[in-house]
């Protein structure tokens, strides 16, 4: 059985960074890509960032291209997300997702979003 585990959330003033973290276990994990996504109460959960299997190529949602990195280290079995330069707009619980390919991660839709199980995310709080 799969599990994602993030953690690594936080309250903190705008401009300030963050680095939350996703330990896999349940799959080989090194064959997979990762992502993460966000949700904010009332809003649909959306895609942040991606990285391929290998690490050699990361993706990003327009609103964090610049501020946000997402890597991984296969030898731990942890995707990690630094995220600087926050904004009060990226207040949201972040998740982390596993799928053979960014591309699928990407490719999920608002209906697979809400339709995929999930871990129980780690809440990001910005204040301005």
């Known amino acids: 059985q799969v599990q994602l585990v993030e953690s690594g959330g936080g309250l903190v003033q705008a401009g300030g960074s963050l680095r939350l973290s996703c330990a896999a276990s349940?799959?080989?994990?090194?064959?997979?890509?990762m992502g993460w996504f966000r949700q904010d109460p009332g809003k649909e959960r959306e895609f942040v960032a991606a990285i391929n299997w290998s690490g050699s190529s990361t993706y990003y949602a327009d609103s964090v291209k610049g501020r946000f990195t997402i890597s991984r280290d296969n030898s731990k079995n942890t995707v990690f997300l630094q995220m600087n330069s926050l904004k009060p707009e990226d207040t949201a619980v972040y998740y982390c997702?596993?799928?053979?390919?960014?591309?699928?991660?990407?490719?999920?839709?608002?209906?697979?979003?809400?339709?995929?199980?999930w871990g129980q995310g780690t809440q990001v709080t910005v204040s301005s």
């Open positions: 349940g799959l080989t994990f090194s064959t997979y890509a």
């Open positions: 997702a596993a799928k053979t390919t960014a591309q699928a991660l990407i490719a999920m839709t608002p209906e697979n979003l809400r339709l995929r199980s």
